[in-house]
C-alpha cells in the first residue's frame, strides 16, 4: 500500500489544492525571476554604446555626460514596453504549463479515487444480476476509504454468498430430513385405508412418533430462525445450573444405562438469569449427541462451574473425536462429516445448531475441541449476567 492510499480522501484533496498553489507560485515566482534577469542580460547587451557607457559609469558611481544619459533614457524609454509585453507573454505562458501539470495531477488523483469506486459499482451490477463471486478487484487502492469501502465490499459479498450456498444446502437437507418421515406416514395411512394395515394402537403410536419427529424438527428450525434475527423470545429466570443438569442427567440416565454408558458429574453451584427451558433443551442436545456418537468410549463427563465472568458447562466424551473439520463445522445446521454413519445413529444434524443459536441468543458461546487422550469437549460458556 503506497503512502497516498494510506491517507483519507479528504487528506489527498487538501494535498493537491495545496500542490496546486504551491505549483502556480513556483512556476510564477520562479519563472518570472529567471526569465527577468535572462531579460535584463539581454537588454543591456542591446543598448547603445552611448547608453552603456552611462549605465557602466552609473554602475561605478561616476557621472556620464549630458549626451550618455539622454542615449540612456531614449533606450530605457524604447525597452520599457516591449519587456512589459515579453514578461506578460511568459507569464501567460507559465500559467498555461502550471495549468497543464495541475490538471494532470487533478486527473491523475481523480483516477485513483475513481477507479477504485467503478470497481466495485461494477461487481454490485454482477451481484445484482445473480453472480455472487463478484469480487472488487483494483488497480489502484486509491484512498484509505476508498480501501476500506472495497475491503468491507468484498467481505460482505463472502458473506453473501456463503449464505446463499447455505440456504440452498439447507432448504435440500430439510427436505431431506422432512422426506423419510412423511413417506412413513403416507405409506401407512395409505395402507389403512387400502386394508393392508391394521389400524391397532401400536400402529398408531408408531404413526405419532413420526408426528412428533416433524414437530421437533419444525421447532428447532424456528429457534434457529428466530435466533439468526435476534427475536427468540427468551422467559429468564434466576436458574442454578448444576441443579438443572442434576436433573437432566437423572432424567436421561436409564436411557443411557441401557445404552452400556454412564455419566460422571462434577457440578459446582453456579446462578445464572436464563431461560430454564430453553437452557434443559441445549443441555439434552449436548448430552444426547455425546451419548450417539461417543457410545464406544463407555462415559459422558458433564461438570459446570465459573471462569471469570462466564459459567460454563462442559460435556465430555471419550468417543472418536473431533476432525479439524469437525471442530470448525460441527455448529452449521445440517453439516454432517461422514453423512451415512450419521444417519445410522440417528438425529437430524440440527441439534448442536439449535444449541449454537441458544447460547448466542444468551449473549453466550459454543465451543467443541478434541481432548487430549482422544474423545471431544463441548463447553457452553454463558454470562453470569446475562443482556436484556
Not at 122 to 127: D, V, W
Amino acid at each position: 500500500m503506497t503512502f497516498l492510499s494510506k491517507l483519507s480522501l479528504r487528506a489527498q484533496l487538501a494535498l493537491a489544492m495545496a500542490g496546486c498553489v504551491l505549483l502556480a507560485i513556483i512556476f510564477g515566482y520562479v519563472g518570472l525571476t529567471l526569465f527577468g534577469e535572462f531579460q535584463t542580460k539581454r537588454a543591456i547587451e542591446a543598448l547603445p554604446s552611448a547608453a552603456q557607457t552611462a549605465l557602466t559609469k552609473l554602475e561605478q558611481q561616476r557621472a556620464p555626460t549630458q549626451e550618455e544619459i539622454k542615449a540612456l533614457l531614449q533606450a530605457d524609454s524604447d525597452l520599457g514596453s516591449s519587456l512589459e509585453d515579453e514578461q506578460n507573454l511568459v507569464l501567460l505562458g507559465l500559467t498555461i504549463v502550471a495549468c497543464i501539470v495541475g490538471a494532470i495531477g487533478a486527473i491523475t488523483l481523480a483516477n485513483r479515487i475513481a477507479e477504485p469506486m467503478e470497481v466495485v459499482a461494477g461487481a454490485i451490477r454482477k451481484i445484482a444480476r445473480g453472480d455472487l463471486s463478484a469480487r472488487a478487484i483494483p488497480k489502484a487502492t486509491g484512498s484509505h476509504e476508498a480501501s476500506k469501502l472495497v475491503v468491507d465490499f468484498n467481505t460482505m459479498a463472502t458473506a453473501l454468498e456463503r449464505y446463499d450456498r447455505e440456504l440452498v444446502e439447507g432448504a435440500a437437507a430439510i427436505a431431506h430430513e422432512l422426506r423419510t418421515p412423511l413417506t412413513i406416514l403416507r405409506g401407512r395411512l395409505q395402507g389403512m385405508l387400502d386394508g393392508v394395515f391394521e389400524a391397532s394402537p401400536s400402529e398408531v403410536s408408531g404413526l405419532i412418533k413420526q408426528v412428533e419427529s416433524l414437530s421437533r424438527l419444525v421447532d428447532d428450525l424456528q429457534t434457529i430462525s428466530m435466533a439468526e434475527v435476534g427475536e427468540l423470545a427468551l422467559q429468564k429466570a434466576p436458574v442454578h445450573l448444576d441443579q438443572l443438569l442434576a436433573d437432566l442427567s437423572q432424567f436421561l440416565n436409564p436411557d443411557i444405562e441401557a445404552a452400556g454408558m454412564r455419566l460422571e458429574l462434577t457440578l459446582q453451584p453456579v446462578l445464572v438469569q436464563a431461560d430454564p427451558i430453553r437452557l434443559r433443551q441445549a443441555g439434552l442436545s449436548l448430552i444426547s449427541n455425546a451419548c450417539r456418537y461417543a457410545k464406544s468410549g463407555g462415559i459422558v463427563e458433564i461438570d459446570c462451574g465459573m471462569v471469570g465472568s462466564w459459567a460454563v458447562i462442559r460435556v465430555m466424551d471419550r468417543g472418536p473425536g473431533l476432525s479439524d473439520l469437525a471442530v470448525e463445522n460441527i455448529f452449521r445446521m445440517f453439516w454432517r462429516e461422514d453423512p451415512s454413519r450419521a444417519r445410522e445413529l440417528g438425529g437430524s444434524g440440527i441439534g448442536l445448531a439449535v444449541v449454537d443459536a441458544i447460547a448466542r441468543a444468551h449473549g453466550g458461546t459454543i465451543s467443541a475441541s478434541q481432548r487430549s487422550g482422544g474423545g471431544a469437549a463441548f463447553e457452553l460458556r454463558l454470562p453470569l449476567v446475562c443482556p436484556g
